[in-house]
C-alpha cells in the first residue's frame, strides 16, 4: 500500500516538476522532503511517548524501547536523505 502511494505521489511530482523551472523543482523537492523528515519524527515521537506510557513501571525497558526507535529514526531518515 504504501510502495503504491509512493509511486503515484513519484509520478506526480514529476508530472507537475516537468513544467516547473530547475530553482522551482528543487524547491519542491525541498519542501517534500522537509514534510517527510516531520512526519517520520512526529511519529517517532509519539513512539517515544507510548514506549514511555507502556513500560512506566520498568525504565530499563523504556530505555531500551527508546534508544531501539531512535537508532530505528536515524536510520530511517540517512535513507530517505540519500534518495536526494
Known amino acids: 500500500m504504501i510502495n503504491e502511494h509512493a509511486d503515484k ?22 519542501i517534500v522532503e522537509q514534510a517527510i523528515v516531520a512526519s517520520v ?3 517517532v515521537q509519539e513512539c517515544r511517548d507510548a514506549a514511555t506510557t507502556c ?8 530505555k531500551q ?11 530511517l531518515i540517512a535513507n530517505l ?3 536526494r
Not at 65 to 75: G, L, Q, Y
Open 81 to 83: 536523505s540519500a534518495l
Open 9 to 30: 505521489a513519484a509520478h506526480d511530482i514529476a508530472d507537475t516538476l516537468a513544467s516547473l523551472s530547475e530553482t522551482q523543482q528543487q524547491e519542491v523537492r525541498k
Open 41 to 43: 519524527r512526529e511519529t
Open 55 to 62: 513500560c512506566a513501571t520498568d525504565s530499563t525497558m523504556t
Open 65 to 75: 524501547i527508546r534508544d531501539e526507535i531512535k537508532r530505528t529514526e536515524t536510520a
